[in-house]
């Protein structure tokens, strides 16, 4: 098949337009490695602008990790992170399956009060006394409970679970299945894209915790990981005073970077598929 030149010209648009979007998501994420695992001496011959090191020194990482606060508060987060996404799921989908039936009682009540709360919330004072009326200040529940069910999530997984048929829901109750045996022996194995998806969205809103934890932990061995890191980059705003004997500032600020998000790169390849597949199914329907 011949192309016309309006064809190759749309597609070397398009291939432009997309080289360079590529760049500039990549460009930082070099920059932010690069300057890493580049000795700091190297950065200021530089004027601070490295994007393939010519020598490669780890010293920025070994001291972020050497830090007492930082092995702490990764088991924090990763606390959170776990727990917080399994009470999510659990807590999303008890909710959401039964929004889904057309018969439930009540049910376009339900529907506007949990839409309503996308565009207003209970604001942060209110939110702080009812944290602190439950005893949840200065635990790490705190961090958790309080965002148990996001609106947005919630919605996405019920229109989900309308587009599942129906005719199998019918099928089990005809055998004497109850609704939680359902759910959990069959309409929850047909959602893995769903709540892959979702997981995702717990998952890093749980990893990159920070606003609920200056908020409500007072003590600092309970603080995640983000908030070690921005106390980090905080005093390392102030420059070194010996380029050669002192831990450059901008490298590690960089390395605390790349440690806090590594773990999110390393697992989104895995998901991918059933994120982008959830995101499909669960949009298509109002």
């Not at 006394?129 to 705190?142: D, E, F, P, R």
């Amino acid at each position: 098949m011949v192309r016309s030149w309006n064809d190759r010209l749309f597609n070397a648009l398009n291939y432009t337009i997309l080289a360079v979007i590529v760049i500039a998501v990549v460009f930082p994420l070099l920059y932010v490695v690069a300057v890493s695992l580049t000795p700091y001496s190297e950065v200021l011959k530089n004027g601070g602008f490295v994007i393939i090191p010519h020598s490669i020194t780890f010293d920025s990482y070994t001291a972020f990790l050497n830090d007492s606060l930082i092995p702490r508060s990764f088991g924090i987060t990763v606390f959170i992170t776990l727990a917080g996404t399994a009470i999510n799921l659990v807590l999303t989908a008890l909710m959401a399956y039964p929004l889904s039936k057309s018969y439930l009682p009540g049910r376009t009540l339900l529907l506007f009060l949990i839409a309503f709360t996308l565009l207003f919330n209970g604001g942060v004072v209110p939110t702080y006394l009812l944290v602190k009326m439950t005893g949840l200040i200065n635990s790490v529940w705190a961090m958790i409970l309080p965002s148990a069910v996001w609106s947005f999530n919630l919605l996405i997984m019920k229109t989900f679970f309308e587009g599942l048929p129906k005719e199998v829901d019918e099928a089990a109750r005809i055998d004497g299945a109850g609704e939680l045996r359902i759910l959990a022996t069959i309409v929850l194995p047909l959602s893995m894209p769903v709540i892959a998806t979702v997981g995702l969205f717990y998952a890093v809103g749980h990893w990159n915790e920070f606003f609920q934890a200056i908020m409500y932990i007072n003590d600092s061995d309970k603080f995640p990981l983000q908030v070690i890191l921005r106390n980090i980059l905080a005093s390392a705003m102030m420059p070194p005073m010996d380029a050669e004997d002192v831990l450059p500032s901008e490298s590690l600020q960089m390395s605390a970077v790349v440690i806090s998000a590594l773990p999110i790169v390393v697992v989104y390849p895995f998901v991918q598929r059933y994120f982008t597949q959830g995101m499909l199914l669960g949009s298509v329907k109002g």
